[in-house]
């Protein structure tokens, strides 16, 4: 060992050097190993620590094992990732402001007062939205409430335009809903109060430009106080504000966006505000140097509420405790607590379920002809249902609103707690009338917003706490600077009937005691069979339920075992869907 002393080798294997202390590194690599074993056969110190070495191993080969505490279906209650799952959330975005046009005049060595040579100024950053695959909550967006776009950089002299301020993109999860909640569009209000000053007849009009006009303009910085008297009356008359030309690229307003597809390019939210004008746009006879340029505009702001109208492509629906999680474990990369206690699971958790991981071959091919073929689905864990869920019992209400947003629901019966039959039934029966009390609320809804209806209504007494925030200027009156519109009260989102979504049924803890286990799936299977053949009614109580292809798939969820027929199933279910429609 002393003859590598004098070498690199230690530095570059430090493990060689170990090697001669008592403690043994079994996952020293086998290079370093290989090349000891080569370097080390002619010392004899060498020799005897290697001796040592495989004394070691032999010994640890006959230590036991350490006890297996928890694995990773049946781990210890507090084995779990923390679960950040947001499915509404409101959002202010701002479009960046224009940046301000420049008061310049060429100066050089032989001219010294110059034609005026002020820079435009650049446009504000837009704000995207686009709903990509692989997001499955909105937390990050709820976090951060306000998304600003920066704005654009002023001109500069010699006619230089000042750089735009840089877009943002807003990543959603496919299956968002947004809708505009109220928007501030100072472009669109400064166009209103011209038309309305057009509409004056002159006596009518201010005689001198109001402070709204005046906030449009940039006076040279070299003007004295009483030239900018003179400089200031000299200012041309309002100037019409002006919108991005992407601004036609923009939704609707109200906006309204069900982005059920994973989009490939981003959607234009808010255009960014324009740049102000350079002093030589106002170059004239009269006044051939002007001291004067305009500001950029200011940028829109919009209220939005982000709801996810799909929560995940298969939702589990269960009493509580009856194993939702530990599925959610075994088929996905779910990370879910597990705990023999009801309502271990408060909030839903969405676990990937990968089809395909892209080694060669798909762990389950599926996907339907000229397109893409699925590479995973979702699946949503569910809080556990309990009865009267739907009365919101043990915050039932919440807990179904979920079961509202999965594309297909599989119910889950523990097959060791009694009546498998009944335990469906009166699982059906919480969703049966959760969707009848939704229903209920959504016509009484609608008739009082026909009744509450008052065209002569001001929209000033519909103003919101939100508008009402005032602002004082110094010497304590109230000034509105910029308040934002009132607020639109958005109707709840319409979504089809549960009863109408693919079913089936994954009776789980098969593993438990036999006897019971199999005499419950028999007589759930049958009664399976019963309804898809149309022999009995559907449990929800809806007579145009969902009948097609419902299965009964036993698992033993905590062993592992029929996972692979449930994620074939699922896929196969999705892949249907897709073709209908
Ligand atoms: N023997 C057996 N036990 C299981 C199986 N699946 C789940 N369990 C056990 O059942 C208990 C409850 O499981 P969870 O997965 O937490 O049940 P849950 O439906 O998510 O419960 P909540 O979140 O409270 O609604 C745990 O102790 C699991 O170990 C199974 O297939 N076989
Ligand atoms: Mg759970």
Redesign the pocket.
Known sequence: MNQLSGTLLPFLYPCLLRSAAPSVRPQAPRVASSIRRHLCSSSRRGQSSLAESNDAKRAAAHEPPPPVTSTRL?PAPDDYGRNVFVDKCTLTVHAGTGGNGCVSFLRDAHISDGPPNGGDGGSGGNIWIQAVAGQTSLHKLARRGIVKAPRGIGGQGKSQGGRKGEDICIQVPVGTVVREVWRSDPVADEEARLEELRAMSDEDLPSTPDDGLRNKWILYAGVTPNEAKDVAARLPGPVKPRRSHLAVLQPRTPINLDLNKAMDKPMLVAAGAVGGLGNPHFASKEDPKPKYATKGELGARIKLELELKLLADVGLV?L????????TRAISNSRT?????????LAPTIGTVVLDNNEGRPLVRSGIEGQPPRVNFTVA?I??LIEDAHLDKGLGLEFLRHVERARVLAF?IDLSAGDAVVALQNLWKEVGEYENLRNRELNEQSQKALIDWNPFESLSSSSTTDQNQQVYDDAGESISIFPPPPTRNLEPLKLPPISAKPWFVIP?????DANVTQREFTKLAEYIRQVEAGTVAHPSGNRNGWRNRVAALP?????SQGIDKVIRFTAGVLDSLMVSR
């Open positions: 049946n269960g509580p405790n009856a194993g939702k999680s530990t599925l607590r597990i705990g023999d206690w009801a309502f271990t699971t864990d809080p556990g889950v789980t803890k098969a593993d438990k698992v033993s969820a905590i062993n």
